[in-house]
């Protein structure tokens, strides 16, 4: 997500706080990916004041910033918690955080972004505590539908690197071992009076693969785009259980104990 769309995460940031505050959860580490100055910090410092708040940032986001909103936010926030790139996460595949070390994970418009959300969702699995609540929001499959249909060579549009639909990722959720996931989804329609914005605003979404700088006459292009956004939360319930893989099943030593009078 670039500068140009900024303020669509901002908005699907509210409306996921606004779910968020009605779920009842013990919250003393917080890991938000991806994070930018705002929204996020300054919800979980008010809700959570002693919360340690662990960031991954977006491109172009100096510590500067970062720093003066975490003083607005709340001036605990610079001692607790740490930022780091998300650019790290996305180079190495993983948080540099250790396992069962967080207890609520948030992710905003990000697993469109990414060429595997199952390993994500591993990751999120791994330093998550027992109890511990992921919730995040991403564009669905049919995110920018009107551009498909287009004349060849008119615009050249792509599809999202991930294009997964709501019951996809339901499925890939309890098959990496979330419990009661919960997905929802709604559709956004953004509506444009120069085709200069509408591009500018598909090369912010990654849905344009155009060298040629040249804009297309008014009229050519729809004057609409429709994002389908996602929403969803699953539970970590149970993660010291045994599990399955390839029909065999592992059991935790910790869980085998000699029964007792």
Partial sequence: MTHPIRWLQDEIADRMLQKLAIVKLDVKDILIVPDFPGKHFSFFAKRYPHANIHSLTEDGIARFE??????ISHWRSLFRGNTNPLAHYLAKGKFNLPDNSVDLVLSNL???????????LRECWRVLREGGLITFSYLGPDTGKEFRALEPGLVKSKNLLSPWDMHDMGDALLGERFSDPVMDMEFITLDYQSNAL???DLEALKLLQMSDSRVPNQGVLP??????????????IGKQLSK??????????NQ?????R
Avoid: C
């Fill in 66 to 71: 970062m720093w003066r909103s975490k003083v």
């Fill in 110 to 120: 990000l697993l469109q972004d990414l060429a595997d959300p199952r390993h994500f």
């Fill in 198 to 200: 509408l591009l500018l």
């Fill in 223 to 236: 004057q609409k785009m429709t994002l389908e956004v996602v929403y969803g939360h699953a539970w970590v």
């Fill in 244 to 253: 399955a893989q390839d029909n065999v099943a592992y059991i935790d030593a």
């Fill in 256 to 260: 085998i104990g000699r029964k007792t």
